[in-house]
Structure formats: structure tokens, C-alpha cells
């Protein structure tokens, strides 16, 4: 019996534990291989099993190759020809996509080089097309994961140039940190500066002008190029928003080389976990360090809990309630066709929360680039087509091509990307509410993609309130008391919220009379016999109260609020008044008052008589912010001391 017994329970014992998530800590790795024939080498990944998201389209690894001598590839099997003889150290970063496991780690291996073949050696990409200086990601940033950001920079002048390169990194408006700087890989002889290189820019002459003219070439990296002369201002400009920052020096670059620079971040375990949130990394190109014309890109990366290239963010992620009306929310949807063919019909069914005005949309920009679709007409060409319905706005690309990234000699990964960025401001009326929205993606008549939700929320915002009115205390006699308050509480909270207030009040009244008698044989003045003696006590206070409620309100509508809570109070300082009279009656036939003495007494007391209670409170009026007038009832733990304030208030 007692086997059957022991064998139950390690059934149920492992039954128990079967339930729960076992957290995977195996550490997945990825190896690089490669096959070299002189200074031609062909590299390949070899990777673990994917495990696949339920519901998702099919997992699968991309790669960032590093080949050691400055270039680098986004190809899954690049191959690379080198220029020179030498040992290059190739690092390989591998991303998960639709995959429920972490990226595979990998090890760097040293390709040695010992002879060069007539060959044509690969040269590094040039990126005219972003205008001389491109700044990029190996992904998209997720907690507690390493990225590689690259600076790519061109020498677009006719002359051997040195300048400089500048990295700024974790935005100030964010409480901590997202990004920790790992490594920095150069491999054209950068220097390194301290920051006191930031103020050596007083000297430069102001006459260079640029050569190359802004390009509109739609760029999926998610950068911004702009060009100017104040090299101080964007300097001084790019200290204020971000707390980090790298400097190098340059020398001897020709005209048209292009070079690259590699950092290695981990971003941090408190990095914010907003899926939708944006953070920033900027770049900043000097071509020439004797002149101040410069080139600032600033590079925006979607927050992510795991790599999915469709995905929905905007930048109203905490915003501040007081201004946001004067703000225009950014919105961007990205995309990818996983398929194994092209796509000639993309529509975004995007949520529209309420609290946004639909008639505001603009379109900033999109890939692939089209123009808007004309209303009414049968247009063959390719255009964007936007659809305003009730809740939702659906976007169109129509009669483009987008390959797949699983369709044959698709090389370039980025070719199967896509994305729409818009712009919306805030309706007339709107609350300040937490909002939800995600997109729908639908790629010719296949099954719809669901991205991740993008959230809009504020912060919390403090208002400040002021208070006065007056307080009837049923049961005191002859009851005196006024008061003034502040109020603290969320700014301008749509139902719910808390509120706490410091409370000063002056409070007199008068205490209950008390009255003793004593009877018996007394020598009185007039040598009678005393048969009875009164005394009277009669004590008026004059009390500094400090009060401090403690409650949760919340609004009916924009007019009506009602709240419930606790409070603290004490007397800080308490003045009492006492007044004694003492009366004397001597019998003969009847009572006669024969004396009478009266006197009187002071005391003071401070931080005295510690008390709570519970309280019920109603507003009308401007309920959220501005005027209101209230009636509060306070049943105090002190008997007799229950009261109704009658007050007026108003929230800043």
C-alpha cells in the first residue's frame, strides 16, 4: 500500500511541475564556415533548429556579416574577394525572425589570405544614393540583446579630406539608459577623441559649401539626412538630447572612398519595453574638420520584444497632456513579403483610435514610392490608395512589385520591405485614455499579417490644486472653523485617479460645560451653615489643525466627480480658555447665595490629539481641471468630531 502511495505521488509531483513554463536557458549558437579558393571566399552560417511563432509566417534567420577589412553584407552565403594579403577577423550577427527562441550567438574566426588571384576584389558598397553618410542597424533593438550600428561615410569632395565622425546615443527623455556602448571596430586608422574634441570647432572657417545635392531616394534604414554650416549649433543641440557620445578623427580619405565604422551595443535590461516606442541614435559627418559644414543623421529604431519585420510604432508613446494638442503623431507600419513570390497588391488595415482626427492624415513617405492614388478613376499605374472608414484607415499599395523573401535570386533582403509613414493630430475632444490600435497586413489575397499594438498613453502629470471653505461640526457648541488647502493629483485623469491634500485649519469652539455639586456643613462668610456648593467649568479652544486626506476619485462625466478615502489629523497647536465659577448657597429657610468666585486659566498644547477617519466627497463643476464646488462628510474616529465641509476648489 505504502508503493501505491509513494508512486501517486511522484505522479502528481510530476504533473504538477509539467505544468509550469520551463524558462529555456539553453544558449543557442550559430558557426561560421566557409569555403576559400585564394582570396575568393564564399561564407554560410550554420545555424540551429528555429522554432517557429504559432500563427506567424515562417521563421527564419537573416545574417549581418562583418568581413574584417572595413565592408560588410546582408546576404545569407555572401561571397567576398579580398584586395590584400592578411588575417581579417569575421564577426556574423544572426537574427531570429518569427522565432520563439533567442538570436544564436556566434565566434568571430580569422580567414587568412596568403595569396590574391586576378580577381576583382569587392570594393565597398557606395552609398551615393543617401548622400556621402548613411548610418544603419543589423536589427531592430531588443532588451538585453547586442546590435551593431554601422556609419557608413563617403567623401563626396574632389580633394584628400580628414575629418570627423561623431555618435550620439541614449536619448535624455527616456529615465535610463537603453544602450551600452561594447565595442568600436575601425579599420582606415580612426582616432578616437575625448570629449574635449567637442570644443575644438571654434577655429573652423565657415566658407566650404556642399557639393552634392539632397537625394530622394526612399531609404528603409530608418535615417534622416540633413545638411548644415552650424557645426556648434548641432553639436550643442545633440548634447541636450542625448547623454552619450563617441568622437573619431579621420585622415587621408579620397575623394569618392567610402569607409565604415562598426559599434557593438548591448542594449540594456531596463531599456524600455514599449513595443511601439521609438529610440534614437544620431550620426553626425564632418567631411572636412577645417570647415563646419557637416551632415546629421539621426537614425530611428522601433522598440521590439522580438524580430518581426511587420510591425506598427509611433512616437506617442508618453507624451505631455498639457501640450500634446499643439503635437502631430507619427505613425509607421513596416512590412515584409515572406512569400515565395512577388506581391502586386499591399493594403494596411490600420486602427484609428478616437482620439485622433482621421480628416488630419498626411502622408510622409512610403516605400515603395508612389504617388496617391486619384479619386474616381481606373488607375493602371502604381499608386497609394487611402480609405478613411469609421475606425480604421486602410492603405493600399496598388500595381507594384514587391519580391518575396523566399523567391528565387531575391538577393537583397531589403528589396522585400516596404513601409507608410503618416501623420495625424488630435481630434477637438478627446480624453486622456491609454489607446491600443495594430494593422492588419494583407499581401495580394492572402491571409492577413496582425503586427504588434502601438500604444499611446501620457504621462502622468502633476495638478496642482487650490482649496477653501468652510466646516460645520454638528455636535460642538458655538463651532468656528475655516480652512485653506493645496491638492495634488493626476493631470486632468479621464475617470479614476488619486488625490492627495495638505489641509490648514483654524477651528474654535466651545467644550461641554461641566458641572459638580457637594453638599454638607461648611463655615460660609456670613457664619451660616452651608448646606451646598456649585461649580461650573466652561473651556473654549482655539485649535491649528493640520489635516491630510487621502483618496480616489473619479469623474462621472466632465461635470460630476465623487471620491472616498481616509485622513489624517492633528492639532499642531491647541489653545485652551478655561473659565471656573464656584457658587456658595447657605439654607435658613431656603437655598440663598451667600458667594460667588470666578476665575479663569490658559494652556497651550502642540501636536496633539492624533486622529483619523473616513471621508465621502462630491464635486460639481469643471469636474477635470478648473473650478469646482464641493461638499465633503468626515466620520471621525473622535466621537463628536464628525463634520461636512462645504468648499470651493480649482485645479491647475
Not at 544602450?179 to 566650404?208: C, I, P, Q
Not at 492588419?440 to 471653505?469: C, H, L, M, Q, R
Not at 473650478?627 to 463628536?640: L, T
Request: with cysteine; net charge positive.
Amino acid at each position: 500500500m505504502k508503493k501505491i502511495y509513494l508512486i501517486l505521488f511522484f505522479l502528481f509531483f510530476n504533473f504538477v511541475f509539467s505544468q509550469n513554463k520551463v524558462k529555456d536557458t539553453t544558449t543557442r549558437k550559430a558557426t561560421i564556415n566557409f569555403e576559400k579558393k585564394s582570396n575568393v571566399v564564399t561564407f554560410k552560417s550554420q545555424n540551429p533548429p528555429l522554432i517557429q511563432v504559432l500563427g506567424a509566417p515562417p521563421a527564419n534567420f537573416t545574417n549581418f556579416w562583418e568581413f574584417g577589412d572595413g565592408s560588410y553584407s546582408k546576404k545569407n552565403e555572401p561571397k567576398k574577394i579580398y584586395k590584400k594579403k592578411g588575417d581579417y577577423k569575421v564577426n556574423l550577427t544572426v537574427t531570429n525572425n518569427y522565432d520563439n527562441g533567442k538570436p544564436p550567438s556566434t565566434r568571430p574566426k580569422i580567414v587568412a589570405i596568403n595569396e590574391i588571384s586576378t580577381e576583382k576584389a569587392d570594393e565597398i558598397a557606395s552609398i551615393e544614393k543617401q548622400d556621402g553618410f548613411e548610418i544603419l542597424s543589423s536589427r531592430d533593438p531588443v532588451p538585453d540583446e547586442e546590435i551593431i550600428i554601422v556609419m557608413s561615410y563617403q567623401n563626396i569632395l574632389n580633394y584628400v579630406s580628414n575629418g570627423k565622425l561623431y555618435l550620439f546615443y541614449n536619448d535624455k527623455e527616456f529615465k535610463n539608459k537603453n544602450f551600452e556602448l561594447l565595442e568600436t571596430r575601425t579599420h582606415f586608422g580612426e582616432k578616437e577623441l575625448n570629449s574635449d574634441g567637442v570644443a575644438t570647432v571654434d577655429n573652423y572657417n565657415t566658407n566650404y559649401q556642399n557639393i552634392a545635392s539632397n537625394s530622394n531616394y526612399p531609404s528603409l534604414s530608418n535615417s534622416f539626412l540633413v545638411d548644415d554650416e552650424n557645426l556648434d549649433l548641432t553639436l550643442a543641440e545633440s548634447k541636450t538630447q542625448f547623454s552619450d557620445s563617441k568622437i573619431l578623427e579621420f585622415d587621408g580619405m579620397n575623394p569618392n572612398e567610402t569607409r565604415n565604422v562598426f559599434f557593438s551595443f548591448k542594449t540594456t535590461k531596463q531599456m524600455i519595453k514599449d513595443t511601439s516606442a521609438t529610440v534614437k541614435i544620431r550620426g553626425i559627418f564632418v567631411p572636412d574638420r577645417n570647415y563646419k559644414s557637416h551632415k546629421k543623421r539621426t537614425l530611428e529604431m522601433e522598440i521590439v520584444t522580438s524580430h518581426d519585420p511587420n510591425k506598427m510604432s509611433s512616437n506617442a508613446t508618453l507624451m505631455n497632456y498639457r501640450t500634446v494638442r499643439l503635437k502631430t503623431i507619427n505613425f509607421k507600419t513596416r512590412f515584409q513579403n515572406n512569400g515565395e513570390g512577388p506581391a502586386k497588391m499591399i493594403r494596411l488595415e490600420t486602427d484609428i483610435p478616437g482620439m485622433f482626427d482621421k480628416k488630419t492624415l498626411q502622408i510622409v513617405d512610403s516605400y515603395p514610392k508612389c504617388p496617391i492614388c486619384p479619386k474616381g478613376e481606373n488607375y493602371t499605374q502604381s499608386c497609394l490608395d487611402t480609405i478613411i472608414k469609421k475606425d480604421q484607415i486602410f492603405f493600399t499599395f496598388k500595381n507594384i512589385y514587391i519580391p518575396g523573401s523566399n523567391q528565387k535570386n531575391v538577393k537583397d533582403i531589403d528589396s522585400t520591405k516596404g513601409f507608410v509613414k503618416y501623420t495625424m493630430r488630435f481630434a477637438k475632444d478627446f480624453h486622456k485614455i491609454k489607446t491600443k490600435s495594430k494593422t492588419a497586413i494583407i499581401f495580394d489575397k492572402n491571409e492577413p499579417v496582425i503586427t504588434n499594438y502601438a500604444v499611446t498613453k501620457f504621462k502622468t502629470g502633476i495638478s496642482v490644486g487650490a482649496k477653501a471653505g468652510y466646516t460645520i461640526y454638528s455636535k460642538l457648541d458655538n463651532s468656528k472653523s475655516y480652512f485653506v488647502a493645496a491638492t495634488f493629483c493626476p493631470y486632468k485623469s479621464y475617470k479614476w485617479y488619486w488625490q492627495v491634500e495638505i489641509q490648514n485649519s483654524n477651528h474654535s469652539y466651545d467644550g461641554k460645560l461641566i458641572e459638580t455639586e457637594r453638599t454638607g456643613q461648611f463655615q460660609t462668610p456670613a457664619n451660616g451653615t452651608l448646606q451646598l456648593e456649585q461649580t461650573f467649568l466652561q473651556t473654549n479652544y482655539k485649535n491649528i489643525n493640520l489635516e491630510i486626506p487621502v483618496l480616489v476619485r473619479y469623474n462621472l462625466n466632465n461635470f460630476i466627480g465623487v471620491g472616498a478615502g481616509i485622513q489624517g489629523n492633528i492639532n499642531l497647536i491647541e489653545k485652551q480658555n478655561t473659565n471656573q465659577t464656584i457658587n456658595q448657597y447657605e439654607n435658613t429657610t431656603t437655598f440663598f447665595l451667600v458667594s460667588s468666585k470666578q476665575s479663569s486659566y490658559e494652556s497651550s498644547n502642540s501636536f496633539k490629539n492624533l486622529a483619523g477617519g473616513v471621508l465621502f466627497d462630491i464635486t460639481a463643476g469643471i469636474a477635470r481641471i478648473g473650478p469646482s464646488f464641493g461638499a465633503r462628510y468626515v466620520i471621525n474616529f473622535k466621537k463628536d468630531f464628525n463634520y461636512l465641509q462645504l468648499y470651493g476648489i480649482w485645479k491647475f
